[in-house]
């Protein structure tokens, strides 16, 4: 029997498996949520980096600040890396939340929406280290190519609208509103892996665009109609020809990091329903389905 507040189990799915420590290409680290660190040993680019991770009940009625000691951990325990670039694929205090302080711990850009650089303005980010884009705009940092498609937040959008003047913490997690949603083309020689941080799409807007590796915002997708889904699935995977689609934003972002990651309850989104629902589109595209395990670092495009 299924309790509504039981979560679904991890062990049932296949995972991404840790890289040789001899891969000279991209490693990506997923640190949640659509947090994911993307190195290849030169430069790194982080999405979101959010690790503060405040518990439900103070973002539902408290004031929320990013954590800057879980900032500083999560860097340690990354290693230290140098960070060229921290891109905050929307502006909800689950993305947007510590991306300033990531960008003032090592001097990386700030990428984003206008929304998110005033989220940075707020927290002292220079104005020469906010990078604004639009549709269509890329920005390379090393090896890496990073294009930026304006696309929709997943249909429910609590926080819509724009961050319009410097937002400076603590405020109520409804202050980070939405701003501009992107999916994130990251190029690099070793492979092009798109980021699709949140689960809703713009038909057409994809098309004539390739990824190897799709990290696929799964969020909520367990409560949408299976048509629904399904169109997600074609705009995002099936257009791009991936071949592989690692989910993302499916954990308790309500939880630490500094402990497994475990889904969120059924009662909220069940992750049993959602992975049937993507199995059944992977097995019809031949597409392969990793769930990312926190902290890992993992070849996001080796062959298995
Ligand atoms: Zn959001």
Do not use: K, Q
């Amino acid at each position: 029997m299924r309790f509504p507040l039981s979560r679904p189990d991890l062990e049932r799915y296949a995972t991404c498996s840790e890289a040789p420590a001899t891969s000279g290409g991209v490693i990506a680290r997923f640190l949640g949520a659509s947090s994911v660190l993307l190195s290849d040993g030169t430069t790194a680019v982080l999405t979101d980096g959010f690790v503060s991770r405040p518990g439900a009940l103070r973002v539902a009625i408290g004031l929320i600040t990013p954590d800057v000691r879980a900032v500083c951990e999560a860097h340690d325990r990354l290693g230290a890396p140098p960070i060229d670039a921290v891109v905050c694929v929307h502006s909800h205090y689950d993305h947007a939340l510590d991306a300033p302080v990531w960008t003032g711990m090592t001097g990386a850009d700030l990428v984003g929406s206008e929304s998110t650089a005033n989220i940075g303005r707020g927290l002292g980010v220079p104005e020469h280290r906010l990078r604004v884009v639009g549709d269509g705009d890329v920005l390379v940092y090393g090896a890496f190519r990073l294009s930026f498609v304006e696309s929709e937040h997943s249909p429910g959008d609590r926080f819509p609208g724009t961050v319009d003047v410097p937002l400076v913490p603590p405020r109520r997690s409804g202050a980070w509103r939405t701003g501009t949603v992107y999916s994130v083309f990251v190029e690099h020689p070793a492979g092009t892996l798109l980021l699709h941080g949140s689960a809703g799409f713009r038909p057409g807007a994809l098309h004539g665009r390739n990824a190897d590796v799709v990290y696929l915002g799964v969020g909520m997708l367990s409560r949408r109609r299976p048509a629904f889904v399904e169109a997600y699935w074609d705009e995002v995977v099936r257009v791009t020809g991936a071949r592989r689609v690692v989910p993302v934003h499916w954990d308790d972002f309500f939880a630490a990091l500094n402990r497994p990651l475990r889904p969120l309850p059924r009662l909220v989104d069940d992750l049993d329903v959602t992975m049937g629902r993507l199995r059944v589109l992977a097995e019809r595209d031949h597409v392969e389905v990793l769930l990312p395990a926190a902290w890992l670092p993992v070849d996001p495009f080796a062959h298995r």
